[in-house]
């Protein structure tokens, strides 16, 4: 039985990296995705071990996430914030990274996200994938998700 | 010849250092090395681990460990991550496995 992973965008107002991280929060716990400590998990994570990910070839992301205790439905938040963000990075702390994607996975089962994940993160850099994102088409960007990424495993879960 | 050992570590142990592991298992199959020990842990278990389990290699996705004196070599995960520049990195992690005597 393949599992669900809801793919939903979120327009979102703020300009700075934890109010942005709030805003996402206040959406999945308010949609139900997660319990009340998640907001407060991801930001502190977020501080301890950053999310930020240079990536020449295509736009500078961030996968801030949480523990799966904190969570009750799975789901990949994505936002396009109104300009770059400032992240740190991943494989060095110390330096900044201005994001353009952010994309919050709500992890239950991870063996099963993962799989998600690995086209996930293989999709984001396609150039159709890029063009949506720089164009701000926010439905658009949840679908292809929805398209390239997710159905595939929903048809051979495999 | 025993088989390699690696350690991947990131934050929480559940979502980088997982998808890093099902890279690797792909690409080193791919080199033709088939038998290996590939295990997770949080970075903050990896100095311990590496200590008393001796890895051959330790992949991380979350920090950088220079500073940390972690007693074995350690990559940044992050191309395995991506999927980018994932031949290069794992030329880089079987040369330290040839040294170590891991694989032919």
């Known amino acids: ?158 | 010849m025993a088989k390699p050992f690696i350690y991947l570590a990131c934050g929480s142990a559940a979502m980088s250092a997982m998808l890093c592991k099902s890279r690797l298992e792909e690409a080193l199959r791919k080199r033709g090395i088939k038998n290996f020990d590939l295990r997770i842990c949080r970075v903050a278990e990896l100095y311990e681990n590496v200590r008393r389990l001796k890895p051959d290699v330790a992949i991380v996705t979350a920090g950088s460990f220079a500073e940390e004196d972690v007693e074995c070599p350690v990559f940044s995960g992050v191309p395995l991550m991506m999927g980018v520049g994932v031949d290069a990195f794992i030329d880089k992690v079987v040369d330290v496995l040839k040294e170590k005597g891991k694989v032919p």
């Open chain 1, 1 to 158: 039985m393949p599992q669900t992973i809801d793919v939903k965008i979120l327009k979102v107002e703020s300009e700075k990296r934890p109010e942005i991280l709030k805003e996402m929060g206040d959406y999945l716990y308010d949609s139900g995705y997660t319990k009340e400590t998640f907001t407060n998990a991801v930001i502190e994570r977020e501080k301890k071990y950053p999310t930020g990910l240079e990536i020449p070839s295509a736009v500078n992301v961030a996968l801030p996430h949480a523990d799966i205790e904190h969570v009750k439905k799975q789901a990949l938040l994505i936002a396009v914030p109104n300009g770059p963000v400032k992240f740190k990075r991943m494989d060095a702390p110390d330096k900044d990274v201005n994001v353009e994607l952010i994309l919050l996975p709500v992890i239950k089962n991870p063996e099963g996200y993962v799989k998600f994940l690995s086209k996930l993160t293989l999709f984001i850099q396609k150039k159709e994938f890029l063009e949506l994102v720089r164009g701000k088409k926010y439905s658009a960007i949840a679908a292809a998700i929805r398209e390239e990424c997710l159905e595939p495993l929903m048809r051979n879960p495999t």
